[in-house]
């Protein structure tokens, strides 16, 4: 509890006329050091100088005035609380007892936060809203590029988030911020309050009548304070209709009883303009001079929504673009291998990269083009490709020589990727030398940050060497997927320019050689295509 600025003098403000238990002025006297001679004579001789005697005397007149109070709340005599304000209480729990369960976390609640917020959204800003939903979004990219479609959403958001001036944003956090306010207030612990005067009382029956008793002051000091705490920043203009009308959207019912929240609003605020439970906190306390600050709720809403919202619509916006980019590679990997399972790699795998998982490291990341590349090398380009190459190098008539070699030089350093991704593979075998001290560093990093570093330097050079081999590979395919393309090109044409005896080709082969070259240009297309999108 800390000084309140002006808080009561604001209350107090109305004429005394319409006060009849307008509080004490408790003012603290003057230090004795900022006095004159014979003020401090005067101070010394009717012991004004005692800071004792200062406090004794504003006890005695806070005493009287309570004794002549009204709203009999308190004994001075024997510092007793009296039934009178459990009975203010009680009324309190009747009303806002009920709707403790149903708002119960209320204060966190994301939905509540949002009810607000959209309730002061203009129909402009309503209807772009929808826009950012994922159903939505998920509509719109079946007949647009997710690329078009995000520069779409960028714009139409730029329009949503200019629609919140500071104003609004101003607006939005102040009834929130009351809402907070009233929650706080429904949530005060009136039971245990209650209890303290009748512990008969049954807990969630608001139709039992209480016999309350009076009780020591010094019992309910600190929840008198919290209630005070929590109670009395809602004496202001509100909207109470607004405030209900949001929880009744909240929670689908009403909340409160609207007639009971207004007849406990004009109790509070006799309350608080009396000045009543100030002085009796003061008077049980032995503190004249105590001054509570109630609890001003500060929330900023607006912000954070706009945030969450923007976010929400890029990662739906990257889900759809990686569900499309998935679709694509299945499609592919069926176009060249007729299946989605490619599994060719024996240690640079996923079961491999289990142990660097635990370590929260990458592990293996090129796993998946790799064992593509040694099923397309191995099983197709050794065989099929190699074929026809073949057939085009032996049989052909070239006219340029310069042509043939490309050819033949190009496959052949596929040939010897080939070779070079098995002993790449080979390297990495339970046994050999790579994969033992992989082992050995990786036990040694959990206690020691050398080995970590050395371990991840270690995982960069076999990372580095499987992404040499994959992009040779994808550059080698290109210039021969080119090479066979003039081939099919030629073939078509008459009379052909690159090779000139395609009729006598044709008999040593077992296909139409037209046929075999398309075939393999399309796969070589295709795979170099899948490729790409492990090249980022």
């Not at 159903?135 to 959403?153: F, G, P, S, Y």
């Not at 299945?330 to 370590?359: A, H, W």
């Not at 970590?452 to 395919?477: C, G, S, W, Y």
């Not at 021969?480 to 099919?488: N, P, V």
């Amino acid at each position: 509890m800390t000084e309140r600025a002006d808080f009561l003098s604001i209350n107090h403000m109305a004429d005394s006329e319409n006060l009849p238990d307008q509080e004490p002025v408790v003012k603290e006297e003057p230090k004795t050091e900022n006095l004159n001679f014979f003020q401090k004579v005067i101070a010394f001789i009717t012991g004004q100088a005692d800071p004792n005697f200062r406090k004794q005397r504003a006890l005695k007149e806070i005493g009287k005035w309570l004794k002549k109070n009204r709203q009999k709340f308190y004994n001075p005599k024997n510092r007793n609380v009296l039934p009178g304000l459990a009975k203010f209480f009680y009324e309190f729990y009747k009303v806002l007892g009920p709707a403790q369960a149903m708002v119960n976390h209320a204060e966190s609640s994301a939905a509540l936060k949002t009810i607000v917020i959209e309730s002061f959204l203009t129909k402009d800003q309503a209807e772009v809203k929808n826009n950012f939903t994922e159903d939505a979004i998920r509509e719109r990219v079946k007949i647009t590029e997710i690329n078009q479609l995000t520069e779409e959403l960028k714009e139409e958001m730029i329009r949503f988030f200019t629609g919140f001036d500071s104003e609004k944003a101003k607006s939005i956090n102040g009834n929130y911020n009351f809402l907070q306010q009233f929650l706080n207030l429904v949530h005060f612990d009136y039971y245990f309050f209650l209890r303290k005067f009748d512990s008969a009382l049954p807990e969630g029956n608001f139709f039992y009548k209480p016999n309350f008793e009076a009780i020591g002051g010094e019992y309910i000091t600190d929840e008198l304070k919290d209630f005070i705490d929590v109670a009395f920043m809602l004496d202001r203009p509100i909207n109470w209709d607004y405030i209900q009308d949001t929880l009744k959207e909240y929670r689908g019912v009403e909340v409160v009883s609207r007639t009971g929240l207004k007849k406990i609003l004009k109790q509070l605020h006799d309350v608080q303009k009396s000045g009543v439970f100030e002085q009796i906190i003061r008077h049980i306390d032995n503190d004249p001079f105590f001054k509570i600050s109630p609890h001003i709720e500060r929330n900023k809403i607006v912000e954070p929504y706009l945030s969450k919202m923007k976010t929400q619509t890029e990662l739906t916006l990257q889900k759809l673009s990686h569900e499309k980019r998935s679709k694509n590679i299945d499609e592919l990997c069926v176009r060249v291998f007729g299946t989605t399972s490619i599994s060719r790699m024996k240690n640079y795998s996923e079961n491999t990269n289990t142990m660097f998982k635990k370590k929260i490291l990458a592990g293996f990341i090129y796993v998946t083009p790799m064992n593509y590349l040694r099923a397309f090398l191995i099983d197709y380009c050794k065989k099929d490709v190699r074929e026809v190459v073949d057939l085009l190098l032996v049989r052909g008539k070239w006219t340029s020589n310069l042509l043939s070699q490309q050819l033949s030089d190009t496959f052949h350093q596929l040939v010897q990727l080939s070779d070079d991704l098995i002993e790449f593979d080979n390297s990495l075998a339970e046994e050999s030398s790579i994969r033992q001290k992989l082992k050995q560093v990786a036990l040694r990093a959990d206690k020691d940050k050398k080995f970590d570093r050395t371990l991840r330097q270690m995982l960069k050079e076999i990372n580095d060497d499987a992404k040499r081999i994959v992009f040779e590979t994808a550059q080698h395919l290109i210039t021969l997927g080119k090479s066979l393309k003039q081939m099919l090109d030629d073939c078509r044409t008459e009379p052909p320019e690159i090779i000139i005896n395609w009729k006598e080709i044709e008999t040593h082969s077992d296909n139409t050689i037209q046929n075999q070259l398309a075939e393999i240009y399309k796969k070589i297309y295709f795979f170099v295509k899948l490729l790409q999108y492990y090249s980022k």
